[in-house]
């Protein structure tokens, strides 16, 4: 639920398709966390605590945020609200596909993910262990709906927001998520550049 790539990826989306885009983008990011969850529940977890894998993640991971809120920004002179479509109609399919994309490449590309999972989700993983698969199934279950509830939200509120939006403001909110984006790369960059000089 932390602000980055995912959730500017649903803010950008559900202006346009609503309530479809939140399911939509966690079904994208359930596709890269389910295996992510499994490999450290088989062994991937103490790799991912070392400070040489956090570094080049937070280089890399910064690298890709950084291009991602320089093309926010650069479009942002000319980017148009989107006209409105059906809400009950939900995206056409390519735009669902796209959607569901979008939520896997942000997901990849947020260094965050991978320090969340090696450090936090693996704190959670460890107290479900003594249930076994029960009670890994039950911790991935509760944290998917989590995801659901605020990501869909978040889609529900842009779309029934942007009647209050005009093209400059639309223009103002994508600029700031870029702003943003950008801000998110240099701290992991520079956190990632710490943690390689340290190992």
């Not at 910064?62 to 409105?84: H, K, S």
């Amino acid at each position: 639920m932390m602000p980055g790539p995912v959730l500017f990826a649903t803010v950008r989306w559900g202006v346009r398709h609503g309530r479809w885009v939140g399911p939509a983008i966690v079904a994208g990011h359930a596709a890269v966390e389910v295996p992510l969850m499994l490999a450290i529940i088989f062994g991937l977890g103490e790799v991912l605590a070392r400070p040489s894998f956090v570094g080049v993640v937070g280089l890399l991971g910064g690298a890709a945020l950084l291009g991602m809120g320089v093309l926010m920004l650069a479009a942002t002179p000319t980017i148009e609200l989107p006209g409105p479509p059906d809400p009950a109609a939900g995206p056409p399919a390519p735009a669902a596909w796209h959607i569901v994309a979008a939520g896997a490449l942000t997901s990849l590309a947020n260094p965050y993910f991978p320090l969340w999972w090696g450090t936090v989700g693996m704190n959670f993983l460890v107290h479900a262990r003594p249930l076994g698969a029960s009670g890994y199934v039950v911790f991935y279950v509760g944290h998917l709906l989590a995801d659901l509830a605020w990501y869909g939200a978040v889609s529900e509120s842009v779309h029934h927001g942007r009647r209050l939006l005009s093209d400059r403001s639309y223009r103002w909110l994508v600029g700031a998520c870029g702003v943003l984006l950008i801000g998110f790369a240099l701290f992991f960059a520079q956190r990632g550049w710490r943690f390689l000089a340290a190992s």
